[in-house]
């Protein structure tokens, strides 16, 4: 596979070290491996890293990484993602020219008080020719918050910031239900900036989501002020656009493509 990344007058944070697994992990993803492909799943559409990922926040469980797996591919195929290798394609050459503008969604940061990667959503709605390449950018950040041994193992904080668009195109529900498949493993969840109205909108959601995701996760979700939310990320972590220090990142792309290159594939 040729480098994911190319070079970029921005700058990031030294890169983590390489994501490691014990062997009873790998003999794990194992069992994963070879349970879906006895329920017929075709080994094609077996990607290690997501595979791998989907395990460890399962807490090793086979059977609970095998629906989690089988349930993130049948939602990113609803956008004509067959295959993980889709969610990759031309960005396994170092081509991110159509994933950069949907990637931006988000907003690099650095670690929480553990440790662990902050996943923070910068908000905004997704245009309906856009999502198929907002499913794959979601995936391939997805992957790179992950990329660290504190956060593959531990867990992430999420921030969702809804403050700064209230564009909707009518595709949130089919959309929240490709998020809530990914195996999202959240010690906190933040919903920042909400009106009341939005608060409304969004407790739809949420409601929806109880279909697909467990009870203990959902509870976990806290609705609060952008000043409730830095009292809990560290500001030297928080992005930039909030006055953060990003953890010393300047550019999301970058970050991303460090950390996917630092992510081996697990030899299952």
Same mark, same amino acid.
């Given at each position: 596979?040729?480098?994911?990344?190319?070079?970029?007058?921005?700058?990031?944070?030294?890169?983590?070290?390489?994501?490691?697994?014990?062997?009873?992990?790998?003999?794990?993803?194992?069992?994963?491996?070879?349970?879906l492909?006895a329920?017929?799943?075709?080994?094609?559409?077996?990607?290690?890293?997501?595979?791998?990922?989907?395990?460890?926040?399962?807490k090793?469980?086979?059977?609970?990484?095998?629906?989690?797996?089988?349930?993130?591919?049948?939602?990113?195929?609803?956008f004509?993602?067959?295959?993980?290798?889709?969610?990759?394609?031309?960005?396994?050459?170092?081509?991110?020219?159509?994933?950069?503008?949907?990637?931006?969604? $988000?907003?690099?940061?650095?670690?929480?008080?553990?440790?662990?990667?902050?996943?923070?959503i910068?908000?905004?709605?997704?245009?309906?020719?856009?999502?198929?390449?907002?499913v794959?950018?979601?995936?391939?950040?997805?992957?790179a918050?992950?990329a660290?041994?504190?956060?593959?193992?531990?867990?992430?904080?999420?921030?969702?910031d809804?403050?700064?668009n209230?564009?909707?195109y009518?595709?949130?529900?089919?959309?929240?239900?490709?998020?809530?498949?990914?195996?999202?493993?959240?010690?906190?969840?933040?919903?920042?900036?909400?009106?009341?109205l939005?608060?409304?909108?969004?407790?739809?959601?949420?409601?929806f989501?109880?279909?697909?995701?467990?009870?203990k996760?959902?509870?976990?979700?806290?609705?609060a002020?952008?000043?409730?939310?830095?009292?809990?990320?560290?500001?030297?972590?928080?992005p930039? $656009?909030?006055?953060?220090?990003?953890?010393?990142? !300047?550019?999301?792309?970058l970050w !991303?493509?460090q950390?996917?290159?630092?992510?081996?594939?697990?030899?299952?």
């Open positions: 596979m040729a480098a994911l990344s190319s070079s970029s007058a921005a700058s990031s944070g030294a890169p983590p070290p390489p994501v490691e697994f014990t062997q009873e992990e790998l003999e794990c993803m194992s069992k994963v491996k070879a349970q492909v329920g017929g799943l075709d080994e094609a559409r077996i990607s290690p890293r997501e595979l791998a990922l989907t395990t460890l926040n399962s090793l469980r086979v059977d609970d990484a095998c629906e989690k797996y089988i349930a993130w591919l049948d939602a990113i195929q609803v004509g993602l067959n295959s993980f290798d889709d969610v990759w394609a031309e960005v396994k050459q170092g081509d991110w020219s159509l994933v950069e503008k949907l990637l931006r969604s $988000y907003a690099v940061c650095g670690t929480d008080a553990m440790g662990r990667s902050i996943m923070w910068q908000g905004g709605g997704i245009k309906p020719e856009d999502e198929a390449v907002s794959r950018a979601g995936v391939l950040y997805f992957m918050i992950h660290d041994n504190t956060s593959m193992h531990e867990g992430i904080t999420f921030v969702i809804t403050s700064k209230d564009t909707r009518g595709n949130e529900k089919q959309l929240q239900r490709v998020w809530q498949a990914f195996p999202l493993r959240p010690q906190r969840i933040f919903i920042a900036g909400a009106s009341m939005k608060r409304v909108f969004i407790n739809g959601l949420i409601k989501a109880s279909l697909f995701v467990k009870a996760v959902l509870g976990r979700i806290e609705f002020e952008l000043d409730r939310v830095l009292s809990e990320v560290p500001i030297q972590s928080a930039a $656009y909030v006055g953060g220090g990003a953890g010393g990142n !300047t550019d999301i792309l !991303t493509q950390r996917l290159e630092g992510f081996a594939e697990p030899k299952i």
